[in-house]
């Protein structure tokens, strides 16, 4: 199957600060997705960017599908980002995501 | 618009049981995924669904699980004679024709004792 891989596994940041999370995966792909999963364990759709650049408030992400990677960006960073990031890719022909696993990302005051 | 919803959240069931897991999708969602979080494991796919039709069950164990997704009413994900191994959350996702993006619920978190 098709791998995804994440980096870096854990970042630990001060308030304020920016960071960048990113994705590399091995075939080509037909869907992309970030998460937030929370301490609470839910699922939150950030993006989804199967190609392109999107921002939504301090959150960014870029997909180069060619090169088979995403950057998912964070800025000035808060507390409540806290959590682990998830890339899901969906391979060419099927019908199913399959996640990294995970950035395990605190921010600290 | 509601969201994907799922119940229960939080399930506890003794080694033998059975356990039901539904998932309403979102209104006008026809495409339904289960997907399990083992805490070593990560998430991974299990099965995808529509109405009253099993595309995909590649990611499901061989025996104690089924799934529907039935002409009315929610996707149930069936898991019987629970083992302790099965203590994990389970995500149901569904997302609209002609989309491929899909939307999660909240989870149900399944222990067995």
């Not at chain 1, 890339?87 to 099927?94: F, H, K, L, P, W």
């Not at chain 2, 999708?25 to 997907?35: A, T």
Request: aromatic content about 10%.
């Amino acid at each position: 199957g098709i791998q995804v891989e994440q980096s870096p596994p854990d970042l630990i940041l001060q308030e304020g600060a920016n960071s960048t999370l990113r994705c590399n995966f091995s075939d080509s792909v037909n869907n992309l997705q970030w998460f937030h999963q929370n301490p609470w364990g839910q699922l939150i759709n950030l993006f989804y960017i199967p190609s392109g650049t999107k921002q939504n408030g301090r959150l960014s992400a870029t997909t180069v599908a060619t090169e088979r990677y995403s950057l998912l960006y964070i800025s000035s960073s808060q507390t409540t980002d806290s959590g682990v990031y998830f890339c899901a890719v969906e391979r060419i022909g099927n019908n199913r995501l399959a996640f990294g696993k995970g950035n395990q990302v605190v921010v600290i005051p | 618009n509601a969201g994907v919803m799922q119940n229960p959240r939080h399930l506890v069931r003794r080694r033998g049981q059975e356990a039901r897991l539904r998932c309403s999708p979102m209104k006008g969602h026809s495409h339904v995924y289960w997907y399990r979080q083992l805490p070593e494991e990560g998430l991974k796919f299990m099965v995808y669904l529509q109405k009253e039709n099993i595309i995909d069950e590649s990611g499901m164990p061989k025996e104690r699980f089924s799934a529907e997704f039935p002409k009315e009413g929610p996707s149930i994900l069936r898991i019987q004679q629970v083992v302790r191994g099965d203590s994990a959350a389970y995500f149901c996702a569904s997302s609209p024709p002609g989309s491929r993006e899909q939307f999660f619920g909240p989870g149900t978190r399944l222990t067995v004792l």
